[in-house]
């Protein structure tokens, strides 16, 4: 182990998945530590292969099918941006795009997307550059804990891109699916606005 | 020393948390990592008989199952299991006997390969009991309440009631005007957003490194060490960033527990998340049942009062906080009682939640003081002045400061509270029935102990560490804002460590004492790398500081500067380079000035504005101004933000915010933020904050703090409005829509 406080130097298989790419299905997303197992022997343990394009890089995994999308991300790709606050599609807090629509991750299963494109909160700044939307929730002060950030983030693209929020109740009403236990409500409003003013 | 201290400053965690770079207790990542799932408890009080693990360890990947019958070896006393902020009592153990003290207690942990596997395999634990009767109802428990304990020191003292003044049975019979009511506050949950979570790794030689969701690394690190007999040395807590807390990580929860137990077990590294509604097996804030007599004269001053509160706790500890004090503090009064009884509840034990005591205490004491307006027909704002305190009515001191005329004026004025017609039901907006209610509110300004350590590099960066908690109130920026200034250099040159138990020693984070206790802390100790500084600087050749004193020196642009004479300077660098150093680092304990002789609070006016729909009996909270008086802000956005999120706290508690038990079973029925409502975004509109300017000199930087102070009143202001708005006086919250529907 290194300095805990940035972790242990062990990054669940992510990088050997990016490397492994589309080229086979082979199970790199074991769980951290554990031993690589054989495509036949996952196929026998009721591991089920899936792909999926994640912030645009493709991802070929065998998982357990009852693996969430957002375990998936958390758990054995390491995009632990994407929270989970409860886990039955209460909070919002794992909200994702899916093709551009927000979806709450840990409603649905990963195989389910096989062949998707994912955005993830790591995936919304365009290389060194903040999304307008970070840009702006940080100019609010649109967070404090910053646990439902991600979430609150990622609805926001999508309603953005949806089009469909032209006012703040509009806004209010659209960005309800994501719980701020912290009350940041009219900061994330006003910095929504200006995100939109922007782009 | 200015600069940055007062002025409007962007988290400087904020690219991490908008990035979701900031790491939280369950994204630490170890090899060889195991998951646990808890299996929890179907009853709410007995014992364990039998547990059937047969089905969970056929399950593939199933690594073990932990239960009371084979966990490791923990202490068997409750001093070992007392942290820094436990109440009285026998604090609960997890895991460690056959014992079911309430419905969802852990008692039994599955590990698995993956969280899949754990999860299904603890749907596969079979558990017999025989099951004991009992109590989970306040209401059937009255006849059975416990004063709260006589305190056996000081520190104790600071929540019992306060001693009775005069004669208030004959004073209230005797007043020109009198306002009985009983109100009542239901549990409620904190609901922050993170789960509560432990990722425990466990080293090579037994060491243990803790990621948890914590408020208090320390506590944490104490705990363990407690309940497990190990070495400070042996046990490492972390928690950089916390998603929300509220007073519910104030305690090490048995999450962690359960996350060392198979760590030590199995010898190796392991996860127990909570699941959401696990998470309502944890501590609550305690439902509360107050009565309050109120007498007065035809003046509208004050001649009795007498309040008597009701709140609950578990079996096994004694859980309560100061609540009849804010009206014995607040109001002046010649006769009063004061009364705080218990009631013992199969649950677990109560806990602090965000204003704990005066969140629930001060909303019956100024819906009182709003329904003895009416009686008295003045107006309620006009009340609280004729009744305004300049001396703390416990105690007969003075206040440090207490600017809270400024919030009332300051507070009216932005609403246009002048504007208000007093007649319940005569104000309209598009056919919603609209309601004005305003309200007061008093926290405390404290400041406790801390520890700061500061390294100052030669170039002008600087590293300040302090095992204190962020957990969204801004800590991280504040820091770096008064140590910037402390040290003369940009914010962008500070880096700040905290929220590891290895930095130096700090209280939990709670209580709004940390602002206080870490930014004067901060000062401390860049004091003593100045004097450092200065120490070496004298002996450099032609010093231009030779005969300056400690307190005469400033840094400021890199440069170790006189303050009488700003020509007399050197560069830091260069004293550094002269003493043969790269970097001077200090490390000291700042403790509050003892300051008995004056009250230190914290108070707030807000005025509150609701439209009702009259069919219907929907209440939205159109607009609240929120005016502070708070002592020396440090950051004008955070700490708006601090105060907003109180406003929507108190919109939840006022309208919506209810954890319901099933008393056949003693369990919580809508364990879930779906069923246990708390706002979204569709319920905030219109928030205004306010602070008023309130210099103070308790402590040198004058700051008092806010996590609490927002929330206290907010309730009452909400509810005087639907009063206002729809003639109906609702006592017990939440204020729901069939509480008010059917008002004409």
């Given at each position: 182990m290194t300095d805990p406080e940035d972790g242990p130097t062990f990054h669940p298989t992510r990088r050997d998945v990016i490397a492994a790419g589309a080229v086979v299905p082979i199970a790199m997303a074991l769980p951290p530590g554990a031993a690589a197992q054989s495509p036949s022997v996952a196929a026998a343990s009721g591991r089920v292969a899936v792909s999926l394009t994640i912030n645009g890089t493709q991802h070929v995994l065998t998982i357990d099918p009852r693996t969430t999308l957002l375990d998936l991300l958390r758990e054995h790709l390491d995009l632990t941006g994407t929270k989970k606050g409860c886990d039955q599609g209460q909070c919002g807090a794992c909200t994702v795009l899916s093709d551009g629509r927000r979806i709450n991750s840990c409603l649905t299963f990963a195989v389910m997307f096989e062949g998707r494109h994912i955005t993830t909160i790591e995936g919304l700044a365009a290389g060194g550059t903040l999304h307008p939307l970070q840009q702006a929730f940080i100019d609010h002060d649109a967070f404090q804990c910053g646990y439902c950030t991600p979430g609150q983030l990622c609805s926001a693209a999508g309603l953005m891109a949806e089009g469909r929020a032209k006012t703040p109740d509009e806004i209010r009403e659209l960005m309800s699916g994501n719980i701020c236990r912290c009350g940041a409500y009219p900061n994330i409003v006003a910095a929504i606005q200006q995100a939109m003013g922007r782009s | 020393?200015?600069?940055?201290?007062?002025?409007?400053?962007?988290?400087?965690?904020?690219?991490?948390?908008?990035?979701?770079?900031?790491?939280?207790?369950?994204?630490?990542?170890?090899?060889?990592?195991?998951?646990?799932?808890?299996?929890?408890?179907?009853?709410?009080k007995g014992r364990i008989v039998h547990i059937d693990t047969s089905g969970a360890k056929r399950v593939p990947s199933v690594i073990d199952v932990i239960t009371h019958q084979n966990r490791p070896s923990m202490a068997d006393n409750d001093k070992a299991y007392k942290d820094d902020v436990a109440p009285l009592g026998s604090p609960f153990r997890p895991l460690y006997d056959n014992r079911v003290m309430f419905n969802g207690q852990p008692i039994a942990l599955v590990v698995a390969e993956?969280?899949?596997?754990?999860?299904?395999?603890?749907?596969?634990?079979?558990?017999?009991?025989?099951?004991?009767?009992?109590?989970?109802?306040?209401?059937?428990?009255?006849?059975?309440?416990i004063s709260v304990p006589q305190p056996t020191n000081p520190s104790e003292a600071v929540f019992t009631p306060p001693s009775a003044r005069g004669t208030p049975e004959q004073a209230l019979a005797s007043?020109?005007?009198?306002?009985?009511?009983?109100?009542?506050?239901?549990?409620?949950?904190?609901?922050?957003?993170?789960?509560?979570?432990?990722?425990?790794?466990?080293?090579p030689g037994g060491k243990l490194t803790v990621y948890n969701k914590t408020q208090g690394v320390q506590n944490v690190q104490r705990y363990v060490c407690g309940v497990f007999g190990m070495k400070p040395e042996d046990v490492r807590v972390l928690s950089p960033f916390m998603g929300g807390g509220f007073g519910s990580g104030l305690r090490p929860n048995f999450e962690v527990v359960l996350a060392v137990q198979a760590a030590l077990a199995l010898r190796r590294p392991v996860r127990v998340v909570l699941t959401r509604p696990q998470m309502y097996a944890l501590g609550y804030r305690p439902a509360m049942l107050q009565r309050i007599a109120i007498g007065a004269n035809s003046g509208g001053t004050l001649d009795a009062i007498t309040h008597d509160v009701i709140t609950v706790t578990s079996q096994n500890e004694t859980f309560f906080r100061q609540e009849t004090g804010w009206s014995a503090l607040l109001y002046k009064s010649a006769n009063a009682t004061y009364a705080h009884r218990l009631a013992r509840l199969d649950r677990p034990t109560s806990s602090d939640q965000r204003a704990p005591g005066a969140a629930t205490a001060v909303y019956a004491l100024e819906c009182a003081m709003d329904e003895l307006a009416v009686a008295l027909k003045i107006d309620p704002l006009d009340l609280r002045m004729r009744c305004y305190s300049d001396r703390d009515q416990i105690r007969d001191r003075p206040y440090s400061s207490k600017a809270l005329r400024e919030c009332y004026a300051q507070g009216a004025a932005a609403f246009g509270w002048d504007k208000r017609n007093p007649a319940p039901r005569s104000m309209r907006d598009d056919g919603d029935l609209v309601g004005w209610g305003m309200a007061t509110g008093v926290w405390d300004a404290t400041q406790m102990p801390i520890t700061v350590r500061i390294a100052l590099s030669a170039i002008g960066h600087a590293e300040v560490a302090c095992a204190t908690s962020d957990i969204g109130t801004g800590t991280y920026t504040i820091m770096a804002q008064v140590a910037a200034d402390s040290l003369g250099i940009p914010l962008e040159n500070v880096s700040i460590k905290l929220g590891d138990s290895a930095l130096p020693p700090s209280p939990v984070e709670g209580g709004s004492w940390i602002a206080a206790s870490v930014s004067n802390g901060i000062a401390t100790t860049a004091a003593a790398i100045r004097e450092n500084l200065l120490q070496i600087a004298k002996t450099m050749p032609n010093t231009p500081?030779?005969?300056?004193?400690?307190?005469?020196?400033?840094?400021?642009?890199?440069?170790?500067?006189?303050r009488l004479d700003a020509t007399r300077a050197v560069a830091i660098v260069d004293v550094m380079q002269h003493g043969g150093i790269d970097r001077i680092a200090q490390e000291?304990?700042?403790?509050?000035?003892?300051?008995?002789?004056?009250?230190?609070?914290?108070?707030?006016?807000?005025?509150?504005?609701?439209?009702?729909?009259?069919?219907?009996?929907?209440?939205?909270?159109?607009?609240?101004?929120?005016?502070?008086?708070?002592?020396?802000?440090?950051?004008?956005?955070?700490?708006?933000?601090?105060?907003?999120?109180?406003?929507?706290?108190?919109?939840?508690?006022?309208?919506?915010?209810?954890?319901?038990?099933?008393?056949?079973?003693g369990r919580v029925m809508n364990a879930n933020i779906a069923e246990y409502h708390v706002p979204v975004n569709a319920d905030v509109y219109d928030i205004k904050v306010i602070f008023v300017d309130e210099p103070d000199d308790s402590n040198p930087l004058g700051v008092k703090g806010l996590g609490e102070i927002g929330l206290v009143g907010v309730a009452a202001a909400i509810a005087n409005a639907v009063y206002h708005a729809t003639g109906k006086r609702v006592r017990d919250l939440p204020i729901t829509l069939d509480k008010v529907i059917g008002v004409a």
């Amino acid at each position: 182990m290194t300095d805990p406080e940035d972790g242990p130097t062990f990054h669940p298989t992510r990088r050997d998945v990016i490397a492994a790419g589309a080229v086979v299905p082979i199970a790199m997303a074991l769980p951290p530590g554990a031993a690589a197992q054989s495509p036949s022997v996952a196929a026998a343990s009721g591991r089920v292969a899936v792909s999926l394009t994640i912030n645009g890089t493709q991802h070929v995994l065998t998982i357990d099918p009852r693996t969430t999308l957002l375990d998936l991300l958390r758990e054995h790709l390491d995009l632990t941006g994407t929270k989970k606050g409860c886990d039955q599609g209460q909070c919002g807090a794992c909200t994702v795009l899916s093709d551009g629509r927000r979806i709450n991750s840990c409603l649905t299963f990963a195989v389910m997307f096989e062949g998707r494109h994912i955005t993830t909160i790591e995936g919304l700044a365009a290389g060194g550059t903040l999304h307008p939307l970070q840009q702006a929730f940080i100019d609010h002060d649109a967070f404090q804990c910053g646990y439902c950030t991600p979430g609150q983030l990622c609805s926001a693209a999508g309603l953005m891109a949806e089009g469909r929020a032209k006012t703040p109740d509009e806004i209010r009403e659209l960005m309800s699916g994501n719980i701020c236990r912290c009350g940041a409500y009219p900061n994330i409003v006003a910095a929504i606005q200006q995100a939109m003013g922007r782009s | 020393m200015a600069g940055y201290i007062g002025t409007s400053q962007s988290r400087i965690d904020g690219v991490k948390k908008v990035t979701g770079a900031a790491k939280y207790a369950a994204e630490f990542n170890a090899p060889g990592l195991a998951y646990g799932s808890i299996v929890a408890s179907t009853i709410a009080k007995g014992r364990i008989v039998h547990i059937d693990t047969s089905g969970a360890k056929r399950v593939p990947s199933v690594i073990d199952v932990i239960t009371h019958q084979n966990r490791p070896s923990m202490a068997d006393n409750d001093k070992a299991y007392k942290d820094d902020v436990a109440p009285l009592g026998s604090p609960f153990r997890p895991l460690y006997d056959n014992r079911v003290m309430f419905n969802g207690q852990p008692i039994a942990l599955v590990v698995a390969e993956t969280s899949e596997v754990a999860r299904d395999a603890a749907s596969r634990i079979r558990v017999e009991y025989t099951e004991e009767p009992h109590v989970t109802n306040l209401f059937q428990q009255l006849d059975a309440t416990i004063s709260v304990p006589q305190p056996t020191n000081p520190s104790e003292a600071v929540f019992t009631p306060p001693s009775a003044r005069g004669t208030p049975e004959q004073a209230l019979a005797s007043a020109a005007v009198r306002h009985e009511g009983t109100y009542y506050v239901p549990i409620e949950n904190h609901n922050a957003m993170e789960l509560f979570t432990a990722t425990a790794v466990y080293e090579p030689g037994g060491k243990l490194t803790v990621y948890n969701k914590t408020q208090g690394v320390q506590n944490v690190q104490r705990y363990v060490c407690g309940v497990f007999g190990m070495k400070p040395e042996d046990v490492r807590v972390l928690s950089p960033f916390m998603g929300g807390g509220f007073g519910s990580g104030l305690r090490p929860n048995f999450e962690v527990v359960l996350a060392v137990q198979a760590a030590l077990a199995l010898r190796r590294p392991v996860r127990v998340v909570l699941t959401r509604p696990q998470m309502y097996a944890l501590g609550y804030r305690p439902a509360m049942l107050q009565r309050i007599a109120i007498g007065a004269n035809s003046g509208g001053t004050l001649d009795a009062i007498t309040h008597d509160v009701i709140t609950v706790t578990s079996q096994n500890e004694t859980f309560f906080r100061q609540e009849t004090g804010w009206s014995a503090l607040l109001y002046k009064s010649a006769n009063a009682t004061y009364a705080h009884r218990l009631a013992r509840l199969d649950r677990p034990t109560s806990s602090d939640q965000r204003a704990p005591g005066a969140a629930t205490a001060v909303y019956a004491l100024e819906c009182a003081m709003d329904e003895l307006a009416v009686a008295l027909k003045i107006d309620p704002l006009d009340l609280r002045m004729r009744c305004y305190s300049d001396r703390d009515q416990i105690r007969d001191r003075p206040y440090s400061s207490k600017a809270l005329r400024e919030c009332y004026a300051q507070g009216a004025a932005a609403f246009g509270w002048d504007k208000r017609n007093p007649a319940p039901r005569s104000m309209r907006d598009d056919g919603d029935l609209v309601g004005w209610g305003m309200a007061t509110g008093v926290w405390d300004a404290t400041q406790m102990p801390i520890t700061v350590r500061i390294a100052l590099s030669a170039i002008g960066h600087a590293e300040v560490a302090c095992a204190t908690s962020d957990i969204g109130t801004g800590t991280y920026t504040i820091m770096a804002q008064v140590a910037a200034d402390s040290l003369g250099i940009p914010l962008e040159n500070v880096s700040i460590k905290l929220g590891d138990s290895a930095l130096p020693p700090s209280p939990v984070e709670g209580g709004s004492w940390i602002a206080a206790s870490v930014s004067n802390g901060i000062a401390t100790t860049a004091a003593a790398i100045r004097e450092n500084l200065l120490q070496i600087a004298k002996t450099m050749p032609n010093t231009p500081l030779a005969n300056v004193g400690p307190d005469d020196v400033a840094l400021a642009g890199g440069d170790l500067v006189s303050r009488l004479d700003a020509t007399r300077a050197v560069a830091i660098v260069d004293v550094m380079q002269h003493g043969g150093i790269d970097r001077i680092a200090q490390e000291k304990t700042t403790s509050p000035v003892q300051d008995e002789d004056r009250a230190h609070n914290t108070h707030s006016a807000t005025f509150a504005e609701v439209k009702v729909d009259e069919q219907l009996g929907v209440i939205r909270v159109a607009r609240v101004v929120s005016a502070v008086a708070a002592g020396r802000i440090l950051n004008t956005k955070t700490a708006a933000s601090q105060i907003l999120g109180s406003v929507v706290w108190g919109i939840g508690m006022a309208l919506q915010e209810e954890t319901l038990i099933d008393h056949r079973f003693g369990r919580v029925m809508n364990a879930n933020i779906a069923e246990y409502h708390v706002p979204v975004n569709a319920d905030v509109y219109d928030i205004k904050v306010i602070f008023v300017d309130e210099p103070d000199d308790s402590n040198p930087l004058g700051v008092k703090g806010l996590g609490e102070i927002g929330l206290v009143g907010v309730a009452a202001a909400i509810a005087n409005a639907v009063y206002h708005a729809t003639g109906k006086r609702v006592r017990d919250l939440p204020i729901t829509l069939d509480k008010v529907i059917g008002v004409a």
